[in-house]
């Protein structure tokens, strides 16, 4: 059986003050370093031994990454990072809090702009510092693939030629995978592995800190899914 272990990072400090974050380099809040601690602790009792491990560029998964396998004595175990596994990028909404802006555009709106599978939120020129879109880290970006703000289809056309090149021939080649990284690059990835409908991926929610695994066949189809 085929083993993939997904950590959503720990509390942000912008989930802490219920703020739209996406590609904004926001650390863990005290709160989330524990949960990212207690994600490890689970790991290292379930007794999983992880021979590679991916996360994005963003630090909140990076060091989700890090407490998973330092608390699991395998801060050795071999590291990729992708801006595919990157949060959706939110646009302009990065930045603001989302009850004020659920009381500006109403409940329904920011429920479509948070959750909807085709729902492009309100897009952010790339040359406005807030998109991010400039920093170093992304100088090799094709900016067609971002268009200043991601939907979940855009975060999944994005994440999918990163599981195809990089995590599934990991999983086939029977190595056990660690992927740590956002709420909605893993939703991407969860509507892929559990062949989850545009309209049912709305009520998926990935909790912070909380390792899922999946048990997959041969083939990667989903056998069994848990959290620990
Ligand atoms: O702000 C964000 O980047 C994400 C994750 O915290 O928010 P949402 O819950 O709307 O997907």
Known sequence: ????????????????????????????????????????????????EFDVAFTSVLKRAIKTCNFVLEESDQLWVPQIKSWRLNERHYGALQGLNKQETAEKYGADQVQLWRRSYDTLPPLLDETDPASALNDRRYANLDRRAVPGGENLKVTLERALPFWEDQIAPALLDSKTVLVAAHGNSLRALAKHIENISDDDIMGLEIPTGQPLVYELNDDLSLSKKYYL
């Open 1 to 48: 059986m085929l083993k993939l272990v997904f950590v959503r990072h720990g509390q942000s400090e912008w989930n802490a003050l219920n703020q739209f974050t996406g590609w904004v380099d926001v650390n863990l809040s005290e709160t989330g370093m524990k949960e990212a601690q207690e994600a490890g602790r689970k790991v290292k009792e379930a007794g999983i």
